[in-house]
T-cell receptor
Framework: ETGVTQTPRHLVMGMTNKKSLKCEQH?????MYWYKQSAKKPLELMFV???????ENNSVPSRFSPECPNSSHLFLHLHTLQPEDSALYLC??????????????FGPGTRLTVT | GENVEQHPSTLSVQEGDSAVIKCTYS??????FPWYKQELGKRPQLIID?????GEKKDQRIAVTLNKTAKHFSLHITETQPEDSAVYFC????????????FGSGTQLTVLP
């Protein structure tokens, strides 16, 4: 598959569970991003990785833990989430990050429901 | 940090009419302004972008204008079609070493046949 893929597409988890979201980009890009999309709110940037190094963590609670083992893969590890964490989690990649920002290519997202 | 405001939140137009969505930004150092379209249940996709060294850019029925002095930019869609119905997001790049995109809250555009 080409572009940016995400698995799973849907996830329901209890507040005590531990799960991981996976993102893979097949575009040869250097930067990868995690966004949270909640209803009627702007896309919220959570984490940025540039050449596998985390460059930004936008005050995200520690119950979200990112991992970038290589420039093609990005994970978001989840544990002890809250119901308000239910949202669509989007992964994106771009050819370059800071200081130049180019078009970001988004994955299809993971619809997360925390019960 | 950057703050991007987008208006209106919802917009309905008749097929064939034009649609305009406006965004303002706060950081005068911002220099990259993309627009994304997100159809229902699908991922956001870039439809047009503009950098601060130009005032207008067109791509067929879509155009974006930028007023750096007033710190606002707009998306113009002419001859709207039902397939233009989607949520549109504007964004601006933050200044500083991180240079991240800050998104507006989105506009739900509905084109009525």
């Amino acid at each position: 598959e080409t572009g940016v893929t995400q698995t799973p597409r849907h996830l329901v988890m209890g507040m005590t569970n531990k799960k991981s979201l996976k993102c893979e980009q097949h575009l040869g890009h250097n930067a990868m991003y995690w966004y949270k999309q909640s209803a009627k709110k702007p896309l919220e940037l959570m984490f940025v990785y540039n050449f596998k190094e985390q460059t930004e963590n936008n005050s995200v609670p520690s119950r979200f833990s990112p991992e970038c083992p290589n420039s093609s893969h990005l994970f978001l590890h989840l544990h002890t989430l809250q119901p308000e964490d239910s949202a669509l989690y989007l992964c994106a990649s771009s050819q370059e990050a800071a200081p130049r920002v180019d078009e970001q290519y988004f994955g299809p997202g993971t619809r997360l429901t925390v019960t | 940090g950057e703050n991007v405001e987008q208006h209106p939140s919802t917009l309905s137009v008749q097929e064939g009419d034009s649609a305009v969505i406006k965004c303002t930004y706060s950081d005068s150092a911002s220099n990259y302004f993309p627009w994304y379209k997100q159809e229902l249940g699908k991922r956001p996709q870039l439809i047009i972008d503009i950098r601060s060294n130009v005032g207008e850019k067109k791509d067929q029925r879509i155009a974006v204008t930028l007023n750096k002095t007033a710190k606002h930019f707009s998306l113009h869609i002419t001859e709207t079609q039902p397939e233009d119905s989607a949520v549109y997001f504007c964004a601006a790049i933050t200044s500083g070493s991180a240079r991240q995109l800050t998104f507006g809250s989105g506009t739900q555009l509905t084109v009525l046949p």
